[in-house]
Each structure stands twice: as C-alpha cells, then as structure tokens.
C-alpha cells in the first residue's frame, strides 16, 4: 500500500515538472515570434512606396481588369444560360400552352362534330322513319289501289263480257258473216217471238 | 160501159200487198207515182179528148200491186181504190222496225217481209236500219216493245256460260 502512494505522489511530482518546463519552453517561443512580427511591419512601413510601385499598379490593375472581365465573362454566360433557360422554359410553356388550348379547341371541336354527328344520325334515323313509314304507307295504299283496280276492271271486264266478245268477234270474222245464213237463225227468232210480238202489234196504241 | 164506170170484181174484197212493197216508204212512193199516173191520165184526156192516151211506164212497185189485185191502173176508180189502200195502210198497218248488222238483199228482206205479212199481220210494214255493232242476228222493234235477237244480246244472255268458259281458261275469271 505504501509502495503504491509512493509511486503515484512520485508521478504526480513528474508531470508537474515536465508541465512546468513545457509552459517555460512555449512562452520563450512567442515572445520570438512578436519580435520577428515587429520587425516586418516596420520593414513594410519603410518599404511600402518601395512595393507598390508603378509595374506593381499595373500589374495590380491588368490582374482586375482580368479579374473584372472573368467576372464578366462568368456573367455574361450565367446571362446567356439563364437567357436560354428562360427561352427554353417559355418554348415549352408556350408549347405546353398552345397544345392545351388547341387540345380544348379540338376537344370543343369533337364535341362539337359529335354533336353535329349525333344531330345528324337522329335526323337521319327520324327521316328514315318517315321515309320507312311513308313507303309503308304508299305500299298498302298502292297495293289496294291495285287491287281495286284490278277488281273494278275485273268486274268491269265481266260486265261488259258480252261486248267485248262480240265486238271481238265482230272485228275478227265481221265482214265474213253473211246476212242470207242468218235468216234462218233470224226467222227462228221471229218465230219463237211470235206470240209476243203479236200481240203488241194487235194490242198497241 | 166506160171502163171508168166499170166496178172492179176485186173491189170489194180484201186487197194484197206485194212483198216487195216492204215499208212506208214503198207506200209513199207508190202514192206519188199513182198521184202522178192521175195527173197524167187528166192531162192527156184534156189534151185529146175520147183519143186512147198511151199509159206512162209504171214501176215494178205499182204493176204488181195494181196486178196482184186484179186492178187497171188506167180506171179511174181502179186507182182511187189504190190510192185510199195506200193512204189506209199508211195509216194503219203496223210497222215492225228491224235493224241488221249489214245492207241485206231484196231478197232477204222479200222474205223477212213475206213472212211478217203471213204471221203477223197482212199489211205489216217493214222499216230497215242498219246497225253494225250487233255483228249478226237483228233487232226488232214494234210499237211498244223491242225484241233483241242479236248475237251481242245472245252473248249477254250466256255471260255466265261465257265468263265460266274464260274463266276456265284463265283461272282468274
């Protein structure tokens, strides 16, 4: 136990002193170097119309002039980037612009036609209705016309059948029927008549 | 006894009128060729008094019916006879109208007339007409009746046989 209070109040006695003669150390080193920082600045003082002079001005100036044209330049290229940029955006918002409009307009346009389309289907699908209905109509009316028609000189044709035929017959062998062959038919006629024609003769007014 | 005092023996019987004397029309002319034999008769006898006047030359008409009648045109009673037999039958006998589909002959009609005058009456007067459209057979009219023995009318009686012959044909009839 001893050995070891030993040890440590040794240790701490070396470092104490290795930390002593490191601050003596380091505190000669910075009073050198604000001497040696005095000496320059009034060296400079002494040689500062020796430093800037005319060349060194010029040099000075050349180095700005650069410097002022580089920035220039730098400028002038973010300028024409954002000029670019800003052309390019506003090319495409005028693209992107343009197209929605024009895509309204020919949306309004497709509406439009397809209304027109659709108006155009019902007139047509109506007219043909119409058209269908009538068609029907005039069929069944003109069917039964006909077939009126038809009736009427059907019935006319079986009225008139004793004419017709006779007037046939007359036209086919008229000029060949020979009066003389029809006395007989004639007195047949006469004979069979007789009575009746008699007696309106002996009884007429 | 002058042939003008002379009563004929036929007078007082019925008197025949010829077949070929048809119709009124017949009648009429008989009447004016009799009026005309008078007119001449009284001149001639004017002209040339007790002197025979030859006799005009008369007519087929007139010969017959003067010579079916046992009459002499040249007697003056003869013709007065006529003349009223004429103006009688004008009058009175029934006249029969007949229309054919064509001009017949004299002798059609002779007969047609023959036969009226043997079964209808004596004196029964024959009017022709023509009308084409009846194509054979006649129509005929008396006074108040017509009788249509036409083929047309023949048709129109046998319509329905007729009608059943085409419709056979047909089918639709």
């Known amino acids: 136990m001893t050995i070891w209070w030993l040890i440590l109040i040794l240790s701490f006695i070396l470092a104490g002193g290795s930390a002593f003669i490191y601050m003596a150390i380091r505190l000669s080193k910075v009073a050198t170097q604000k001497k040696t920082l005095e000496d320059f600045e009034g060296q400079a003082e002494k040689d500062v119309e020796h430093i800037f002079n005319d060349e060194f001005r010029e040099e000075l100036r050349n180095r700005g002039r650069l410097h002022f044209e580089k920035i220039l330049g730098e400028n002038a290229m973010f300028l024409q980037q954002d000029l670019r940029l800003t052309t390019s955006q506003l090319n495409e918002y005028m693209k992107d612009q343009i197209s929605k409009d024009l895509k309204n307009a020919f949306a309004n346009y497709e509406n439009a036609i397809s209304d027109a389309k659709q108006l155009a289907v019902e007139s047509i699908t109506k007219t043909k209705e119409v058209i269908d209905e009538q068609r029907s109509t005039m069929t069944s009316q003109l069917e039964k016309e006909v077939s009126d028609e038809k009736a009427r000189r059907v019935k006319r044709l079986e009225e008139n059948m004793a004419d017709v035929v006779n007037h046939y017959v007359l036209a086919a062998i008229g000029n060949q029927i020979d009066l003389n062959d029809q006395l007989e038919y004639i007195l047949g006629e006469l004979e069979a008549n007789k009575k009746e024609i008699l007696e309106d003769v002996n009884n007429g007014a | ?173």
Not at chain 2, 7 to 24: D, Y
Not at chain 2, 104 to 119: C, E
Request: net charge positive; proline share 6%; glycine share 6%.
């Open chain 2, 1 to 173: 006894m002058a042939p003008e005092q002379q009563q004929p023996a036929a007078a007082a019987k019925r008197l025949e009128l010829p077949t070929l004397v048809f119709g009124p029309i017949e009648l009429r002319r008989l009447q004016r060729e009799l009026e005309a034999l008078e007119e001449y008769i009284s001149a001639a006898n004017i002209r040339n008094p007790g002197k025979q006047a030859e006799l005009p030359k008369t007519s087929r008409l007139l010969d017959a019916l003067a010579g079916n009648n046992g009459y002499n045109l040249l007697m003056p009673n003869h013709r007065e006879l006529l003349m009223k037999f004429l103006k009688d039958t004008e009058a009175k006998a029934p006249v029969i109208h007949i229309s054919l589909a064509a001009d017949p002959s004299s002798a059609f009609t002779a007969k047609l007339v023959a036969w009226l005058r043997q079964n209808i009456h004596p004196y029964a007067l024959l009017q022709l007409g023509l009308q084409p459209s009846i194509a054979a057979g006649c129509i005929l009219r008396t006074k108040n009746k017509a009788f249509d023995f036409s083929l047309r009318n023949r048709f129109k009686e046998q319509r329905s046989l007729l009608l059943k012959s085409i419709g056979g044909g047909t089918g639709k009839l």
